[in-house]
């Protein structure tokens, strides 16, 4: 699971600018877990950008963000909403929004998280950091755990 924390609400408001209408995707796997990009953040968050003075055209909140064409699907079947959209912004991982982008060439797509770590829940709101993903593993030297994420 990559761990993430929602942007400040007024850095998300600076990042999507003069965009009046913005369209947002959510995302049913790490973000829900995390508390910061799931059906309840999604809709806290139209809340707050329509008390901002923006227009939220839709959302929708893919199972896994980070699966391409399942969110391109999505998009597809929320094509209107998207395209009434001046920005969308993604509550999910960089992986996520980086996926939104690749579905979405043509609109400014920007980041509401903050990605962490990977990591894991022993329960909700409870996050243990098990990889910094430094890209040197030597798990296989210290028994399964990481010397540098858990040291």
Not at 36 to 54: D, I, N, P, R
Not at 83 to 104: E, K, Y
Not at 122 to 151: A, F
Request: aromatic share 4%.
């Amino acid at each position: 699971m990559v761990t993430t924390e929602q942007k400040a609400r007024e850095e998300i408001l600076e990042a999507i600018g003069g965009a009046k209408k913005v369209f947002i995707v959510g995302c049913g796997d790490c973000a829900t877990l995390c508390q910061t990009g799931g059906e309840t953040e999604v809709a806290e968050m139209t809340v707050f950008l329509e008390e901002s003075g923006k227009t939220v055209t839709g959302s929708v909140v893919p199972d896994a963000t980070c699966q391409v064409l399942d969110l391109g699907r999505l998009l597809r079947q929320n094509k209107e909403a998207v395209a009434a959209a001046d920005a969308v912004l993604v509550l999910a991982c960089g992986a996520g929004v980086q996926a939104a982008t690749a579905n979405l060439p043509d609109k400014l797509v920007y980041s509401g998280c903050n990605s962490l770590f990977i990591g894991d829940t022993q329960r909700m709101g409870h996050l243990y950091e098990w990889c910094s993903t430094c890209g040197e593993c030597v798990i296989n030297d210290y028994g399964g755990i990481c010397p540098i994420t858990r040291c």
